[in-house]
């Protein structure tokens, strides 16, 4: 139903050859889906054996990538990363959410830079936790970066694409926030506890959460695989709102209250270094997509959490 929706209402495009890193995870396989109702080809590039006539196995770690499979893409969109919040944030697991973005966007843009005719456009993943904790500042595409583990993360993320943006291929850095949907993501740890009525906000609530459904998420890159914005772009909706305000949007679809909150004491001992960036406060707005014609569908906190949790 959600793709449907957004096929129906995203205007026609040429049919384009369009390469995937990072298709199995809930952003990827919700863009697949929706890239090939829209009439694209679509080829995903995969660790270890192809299990598809559309996968193509390639090896970051060892900087495997056969130039073929890049030819005749029209774009490129690279989505891959070990999750931030999967595990504990030792040094060696940092290490790993490092070279897992790093690594495999250098060997993207290098092999697509060594190509006669390379695709035309590079859509490389980043995030909001580029411009750090911020407090209260709106913060747009020309804001610079922040300060902390993931700020740094985001700017050598970003840096690893500078190849391919030197050869002449449009690369758009997509700064994206907390995807709402009911399929997976935050929301898969958040509504089970918000449904006993225990949750609520974390530490004060006051800080800004960037947010974006994941119909809106794949609809903007799906909508920047075509277009000729380069540069970041903020995948996150126009209305920004606090932890609290998100918080309470969600218990409302639940019917619960979102009265008791988390200690951000209670953050860092349960998840170390990475439970105090919980309460970074980050008011991102998305110029670049709204300047290029983008239309949200779910521009409010209460759209979007009646989309991805209500019934």
């Known amino acids: 139903m959600l793709l449907t929706a957004w096929v129906v209402e995203t205007p026609y495009r040429v049919p384009m050859d369009i390469v995937i890193a990072g298709s199995r995870g809930l952003i990827g396989t ?22 598809g006539r559309d996968e193509v196995p390639w090896d970051p770690a060892r900087g ?18 070990a999750g931030v919040g999967d595990k504990t944030w030792t040094a060696a697991y940092k290490r790993t959410i490092l070279e897992s973005r790093v690594g495999p966007t250098s060997l993207l843009a290098s092999t697509m830079a060594s190509m006669d005719v390379p695709p035309r456009r590079f859509l490389q993943a980043s995030a909001v936790g580029y411009y750090g904790d911020r407090g209260s500042l709106v913060l747009t595409e020309s804001t610079g970066p922040g300060h902390g583990f993931l700020a740094g993360v985001c700017t050598r993320w970003e840096s690893a694409a500078d190849p391919a943006r030197e050869a002449g291929i449009g690369v758009a850095h997509l700064r994206t926030g907390v995807v709402l949907s009911r399929q997976g993501g935050a929301l898969a740890r958040l509504v089970p506890v918000l449904r006993t009525g ?19 998420e794949v609809a903007a890159i799906s909508h920047l695989v075509s277009s000729d914005v380069s540069g970041p772009v903020n995948l996150s909706a126009p209305v920004p709102v606090t932890n609290l305000e998100l918080t309470r949007a969600i218990a ?3 019917h619960r209250p979102a009265v008791i909150p988390v200690p951000e004491i209670a953050l860092r001992v349960a ?17 670049a997509l709204e300047d290029d014609g983008f239309v949200f569908r779910h521009r409010t906190i209460e759209d979007g959490a009646r989309w991805a949790v209500g019934r």
Request: glycine share 16%; aromatic share 6%.
């Open 271 to 287: 998840l170390g270094e990475f439970g105090t960036t919980l309460v970074d406060s980050q008011r991102v707005v998305p110029a």
């Open 64 to 81: 495997h990538l056969d130039v073929g499979v890049l030819r005749g893409a029209d774009a490129v969109v690279n989505l891959g990363g």
């Open 30 to 51: 919700a863009l697949v889906d929706l890239l090939r109702a829209q009439g694209h080809q679509v080829r995903r590039l995969v660790r270890g054996s192809a299990g």
């Open 252 to 254: 409302d679809q639940v």
């Open 198 to 216: 225990l949750g609520g906000p974390l530490g004060r609530g006051d800080q800004y959460w960037p947010w974006i459904t994941l119909a809106d």
